[in-house]
């Protein structure tokens, strides 16, 4: 009975605290204030604080939140915290160094359907609020989603082909497995046929996270903030969460599937290390394409992403299914 | 605990609303200019929103025409509460060299409490920066008396 | 035998059905006087008689599902003689009752709808004749051990379809569909009697199992004829490319309880016809060539319904191209001839039948309060109808693959048996499949995005704010389906292990199907296994997305999230209108036909190619009908 | 495709950010800039030029009269003001400056006015003169207070 209880309180745990609720709230928000600041600092400015983004969700979560007349309430409130939770389940099946918390439950393929569900909630939470402009914003972000599956269905699918022929299984999607392979034979990037996978991945990350310049779905110029045109207040500060927290997730699916084999065993470490590999993809893919580019129209980020990253996922794909 | 720190917060980072009622443009430049690297006012918090509902301070440039003035005040109905009014430049406190127009409508003053006065014609961006760290100050106080 | 044994249950569970039709028409089908009582027991008829012919199907489970009997039935006394099947005979295996229980599902919920939904229709009498026969009409295909009562059946369905179809014939365009309908559907039921009287001149037995036994090894040219023309005629009743547009005008004129029947069973009859062709009766499935023709129809499908799919502006021709490219997901899962791929297409079409058929019932409740589809007209339904936004949200849900709703369920399975299969044969061509079903499946995502955008979600347009939620018996019959939609989507183990591994297993049986209706059979069952690489567990994800979300809904709440400012006088405020950029509130619905043409506009050459193609005349469809029938010819001579 | 900011991103990550840390680090205004206005009263000889020169309507003047002479209250509302300096260039005495202060902020009323106070004496009149000069009767009219704009 205790045994019971005590696995119940420790995988609890894993959901609240780490890798849960907490630790993606606090390094989702740290990856985002690192990644503004470094952002400026490519852009020769000082940049905000690297924990603006905490103070930026505390304001918010002080601010009155109107709901419009024309919203429906009950999908408008809780389509941010739909988003929140499905993005913290799928945080809990991304391994940390050989270490998940839910061991073998989802696999590749199951993680790219999850992801859907965060974007799925704002775009129905967008839908919800009525405002025309929400509705030109989710009509982008599904335009987006629609650009990153291509490449990301490609990407998991040459990585499924080469760690199953290595296995000697034929394919292999399960995560966990993934990650168990490249403890033994280190990281797939090493791997020159998967090098294009990774860099169309790195090319993903933006996409999916709705980060500049593909985020002509939150363009705040054009369309008054997109989809988030009415929200304010606290279900604001929960989507700005769901977006630091959706950095974090492809960050460390990155890492998973990349860069794994990269650690020492102790989770606590292991953690820490991650993280930092995480900000170093968050500067590469994130920061650094955000400084050096400007806004992209939809109709551009659907043909650059069906067309040039894809084109680099196919050829990691063909190479990994001829074994070159 | 919470709400000294949601108070700390919401001096730290001001989301500014724009709002143009018929200006120059002179004012509109120089708030984008404290965007730019020289001035960079990111690292005091700040950042342009899209939307009033966003928004923690509303910026007013221009003299309020009679055409701007009801979606002046409809956007500043909509910005959520704490939130703090500041007109930029001379137009909208007082009309400026408009004044007395047929078409001018202002001063905002006499339609809803303006918080910040920043004058200027068009007012230096140091100017500005000092303008909207007294508004944020104003805004704290108002998050405060919630 | 006694009446209550369980092998008359097949028979019952047909006769049930017309024999309901007889009694409708018996109290007189046409309605005179505006009798209510008669109409309630009109209404009540139907009702009843699906849910009989579904409690004798349920009844069937344990024996044929669990037991792995087949059910050979002879009608009246004659059976084999000379060695030849002269009498006609029922043979229901685990394959034949998983798609009767689909069906009759289906019958009896729409029946259920039909209640309310037909109430201010003309002449519900013939409606329900109509759909009575039709229900008769499929149960008997599936059931059927006699390609010829095949060929019947096929005929009464079709016609009770086209009848059914224009129905509604001040509706506009109905008449026209239904006629599009009957020509092509005619051709296909011509062509199906063809192949039937080829075969009885080649074998002299109209048996399916005897057929089974005897065409393997012995097939000739006029075999292949056979062949080439059965394929063509199912493949016109399950609407597969190149028969779609039928299917659209069809959906879209026909009223949604028709509309239900159409996708989720006729559609499933045409499936079922195909599976018994291929796997039984020429038993070709071995053949790489029959492989790729099933994949490659199904691929086609899938993929050129969903574009089409998106570029429609009605409700229901939308529903109908998606049921298309649903239905080629099953035609390509079950031609991968592996046991994964058979139970995963299986569980594909009963998926297809359950949220497809919540989706036109959906579809129906906007219709019958508003009186439109159009996806132009409507928006902002979901302050109005609230209950049915719910379940429409859970059937788009269902076919966009969102875990953890049955669509993904079946579409992961679908997954692993399209890459299983490529890595297999290390056909780089099955690998294609896999992303084509990928994208096919956010594509769908992206039109009931557009759909729940402009339908449900948006603005309301100011002549639908009278609008009320859709009478309970419409919402029952939608919250059946939606229970079930969640509930196969929550367990796709058990459904698995209970209703699609045996009718997949009975597919590779095929020795057994001929030797329980009395006919030697040299096929031995193959050893098959479902081995799926993949791991998906719906209820833990669920329960930890529960904890999560609870977790913060409460971290939430004690963060004053709730405390919202609702407008509380009905005077106007300016803070609780809608920023328009400072402008007063119009009207302004972003949605329609052209919600995503960020998309449309790099395929724009491949969508005035699909415009052009699809020209809507009924002699190019049947002339489509012609080329399809010409080429599968040519494909099979060369490569049976 | 082509990104013409790589390298000045790469680079400018490893240098010092141009920024002007200004609420902390003071700034001042380029000399000639016209910012906050500073009057001298000691020096106004209530000519009224910069009242009648003003584009914007800023400058306002009130008479009492008291009874060394008249108290003239010249004030200036920085909040109307097109920092033009026009009224400085035509201000015979130099009474008028524009400073390079730019820290003009309101917050109540009355912060962003700039106002001087000076007595003007009427000049001694020689007992017995057969008639007043036109001068002083223009410079009574002009004394009048233009209609001060609301603020």
């Known amino acids: 009975m205790t045994s019971i209880l005590l696995n119940a309180l420790q995988y609890l745990g894993y959901i609240l605290i780490f890798p849960g609720f907490l630790f993606c709230f606090v390094c989702g928000m740290l990856l985002c204030g690192i990644d503004r600041k470094l952002v400026a600092r490519m852009q020769k400015r000082v940049g905000p604080p690297i924990l603006q983004p905490f103070y930026d969700f505390f304001k918010l979560c002080g601010k009155e939140t109107i709901i419009p007349d024309a919203a429906s309430r009950t999908t408008f409130l809780a389509a941010p915290l739909v988003g929140l939770a499905a993005l913290v389940v799928i945080q809990l099946f991304v391994p940390i160094h050989g270490f998940s918390a839910f061991y073998g439950m989802a696999d590749v393929i199951v993680i790219l359907y999850l992801l859907l569900i965060p974007a799925l909630a704002s775009i129905l939470g967008a839908a919800a609020s009525g405002s025309p402009y929400a509705g030109i914003g989710l009509s982008r972000e599904m335009v987006t989603i629609i650009s990153c599956e291509l490449p990301l269905v490609l990407i998991l699918l040459a990585i499924a082909k080469t760690v199953g022929n290595a296995l000697g299984t034929g394919l292999c999607f399960s995560l966990s497995a993934i990650a168990d392979y490249q403890l033994v034979h280190g990281s797939l990037i090493t791997k020159a046929r998967m090098i294009p996978a990774a860099i169309a991945m790195l090319l993903v990350i933006p996409g999916e996270t709705g980060n500049h310049p593909f985020d002509a779905a939150e363009a705040e110029t054009e369309i008054c903030e997109g989809m988030l045109a009415e929200y304010s207040g606290g279900p604001l500060a929960v989507f700005k969460l769901s977006h630091a927290v959706k950095m974090l997730t492809l960050t460390s699916l990155f890492v998973a599937l990349f860069l794994g084999g990269v650690g020492t065993g102790i989770t606590a470490v292991d953690g820490v290390v991650v993280f930092i590999l995480c900000v170093i993809v968050t500067a590469v893919s994130i920061s650094f394409v955000h400084a050096v580019t400007a806004r992209l129209k939809i109709e551009q980020i659907f043909k650059y992403y069906w067309t040039v990253v894809s084109g680099l996922a196919l050829v990691s794909l063909v190479l990994a299914w001829y074994g070159l | 605990m919470f709400k000294k720190l949601i108070e700390e917060s919401t001096a730290k980072s001001p989301w500014l609303f724009h709002i143009n009622s018929g200006s120059c443009n002179g004012c509109d430049i120089e708030l984008v200019a404290i965007l730019t690297p020289r001035y960079d006012v990111e690292r005091l918090g700040f950042k342009l929103a899209g939307s009033p509902r966003q928004a923690d301070i509303v910026v007013v440039t221009g003299p309020i025409t009679k055409q701007s003035l009801p979606r002046v005040l409809r956007s500043i109905s909509q910005v959520p509460e704490p939130r703090c009014i500041v007109t930029m430049g001379s137009c909208p406190q007082s009309g400026n060299v408009f004044k007395g127009s047929y078409s001018v409508a202002g001063p905002l003053s006499k339609y809803v409490h303006v918080d910040v006065d920043i004058a200027g014609c068009a007012p230096k961006p140091e100017a500005i920066i000092d303008g909207l760290a007294l508004a944020t100050q104003i805004l704290k106080e108002k998050r405060g008396q919630m | 035998m006694s009446m209550l044994n369980y092998h008359h249950f097949p028979i019952y569970s047909i006769m049930v059905l017309f024999f309901g039709a007889f009694l409708i028409a018996a109290i007189g089908g046409r309605d005179i006087a505006k009798n209510r009582k008669t109409t309630g027991v009109r209404a009540f008829i139907p009702l009843l008689a699906t849910a009989a012919s579904l409690a004798f199907l349920i009844a069937l489970i344990k024996p044929v599902m669990l037991g792995g009997e087949v059910i050979a039935y002879w009608m009246g006394s004659r059976g084999i003689s000379n060695g030849y099947a002269i009498g006609i005979a029922l043979e229901v295996d685990a394959l034949s009752l998983f798609f009767a229980l689909l069906i009759a599902t289906a019958l009896f919920v729409s029946a259920v709808y039909s209640i309310k939904y037909m109430e201010h229709d003309d002449n519900i009498g013939q409606y329900y004749i109509l759909y009575c026969m039709l229900g008769g009409g499929v149960l008997g295909l599936v059931l059927s051990g006699d390609i010829f009562n095949m060929f ?357 049986r095929v020795g057994d199907y001929i030797s329980s209706m009395g006919f030697a059979s040299q096929t031995p069952a193959p050893a098959v296994s479902f081995a799926q690489v993949g791991v998906w567990e719906p209820i833990s994800w669920l329960l930890i997305l529960c904890i999560a979300l609870l977790a913060v809904t409460i971290v939430a709440v004690a963060g004053k999230y709730d405390r919202v400012s609702v407008r509380s006088s009905e005077t106007v405020d300016t803070k609780y209108q809608l920023f328009y950029g400072g402008e007063d509130n119009f009207h302004s619905q972003v949605g329609g036909g052209d919600l995503f043409w960020g998309f449309k506009h790099n395929w724009r050459h491949y969508f005035s190619f699909m415009h052009d193609l699809h020209s809507g005349i009924v002699n190019d469809y049947a002339l489509w009908a012609v080329v399809a029938l010409a080429l599968s010819i040519v494909f099979v001579m060369i490569v049976l | 495709m082509d990104f013409p900011f790589v390298r000045e991103a790469v680079v400018k990550l490893f240098s010092k950010p141009s920024t002007q840390l200004y609420p902390a680090v003071p700034s001042e205004a380029a000399p000639g800039y016209r910012g906050k206005i500073v009057f001298h009263p000691e020096t106004c000889i209530n000519c009224g030029m910069c009242e009648r020169v003003c584009a914007g309507g800023a400058i306002s003047t009130t008479v009492e009269k008291t009874e060394e002479g008249d108290k003239i209250t010249r004030t200036f509302d920085l909040g109307s003001c097109t920092f033009c300096n026009t009224c400085a260039d035509f201000c015979s005495r130099h009474s008028i400056e524009l400073t390079r202060d730019y820290h003009m902020i309101g917050v109540e009323e009355g912060d962003l006015l700039v106002s001087g106070t000076f007595i003007k004496a009427p000049p001694k009149r020689p007992a017995p003169k057969p008639a007043p000069t036109p001068k002083p009767v223009e410079e009574k009219k002009a004394d009048t207070p233009a209609p001060a704009p609301e603020n």
């Not at chain 3, 039928?246 to 509309?259: E, K, T």
């Open chain 3, 152 to 508: 019947i059946m096929v005929e009464i369905l079709t016609f009770a379809a086209v009848a059914l179809t224009a129905f509604r014939t001040k509706v506009y365009g109905a008449l026209e569909a239904a006629f599009k309908y009957l020509v092509v559907g005619c051709m296909g039921s011509t062509l199906i009697l063809t192949g039937v009287i080829m075969l009885y001149a080649q074998y002299h037995t109209l048996n399916l199992a005897q057929l089974a036994a005897l065409i393997p090894g012995t097939m000739n040219n006029a075999t292949k004829l056979a062949f080439a023309l059965l394929y063509i005629g199912f493949s016109t009743k399950a609407f597969i490319v190149p028969f779609h547009p039928l299917a659209a005008d069809a959906h879209g004129a026909a009223p949604a309880s028709i509309s239900v029947l159409i996708s989720g069973v006729l559609t499933k009859s045409g499936i079922y016809g195909i599976i018994r062709l291929t796997y039984f009766l020429f038993q070709t499935m071995e053949l790489g060539a029959m492989q790729f023709m099933l994949v490659f129809v199904g691929s086609v499908s899938m993929f050129v319904c969903v574009t089409m799919a998106l570029a429609q502006h009605d409700f229901k021709r939308l529903l109908a191209f998606h049921s298309i490219s649903q239905i080629g997901y099953v035609l390509a899962a079950v031609g991968l001839s592996t046991a994964l791929g058979i139970s995963a297409g299986l569980y594909h079409a009963m998926n297809h039948t359950l949220f497809k058929g919540l989706l036109f019932l959906a579809a129906g409740a906007v219709l019958h309060e508003t009186g439109t589809t159009d996806l132009g007209k409507l928006g902002g339904l979901s302050k109005k109808m609230p209950h049915t936004t719910v379940l429409f949200l859970i059937g788009a849900f269902s076919i966009s693959g969102v875990p953890p709703f049955n669509g993904f369920a079946s579409k992961w399975m679908i997954y692993q048996a399209t890459y299983q299969k490529a890595v297999e044969t290390g056909n780089i061509g099955f690998l294609l499949v896999t992303i084509i079903a990928l994208i096919t499946s956010v594509l769908t995502l992206a039109s009931f995005v557009k759909v729940s955008q402009s339908v449900f979600f948006g603005q309301l347009p100011a002549e639908y704010e009278n609008v009320k939620e859709v009478p309970f018996g419409m919402r029952l019959a939608m919250g059946i389906l939606a229970v079930l939609c969640v509930i196969t989507g929550l367990v796709p183990q058990l459904v698995t292990r209970y209703l699609t591994e045996p009718a997949a297993r009975a597919v590779f």
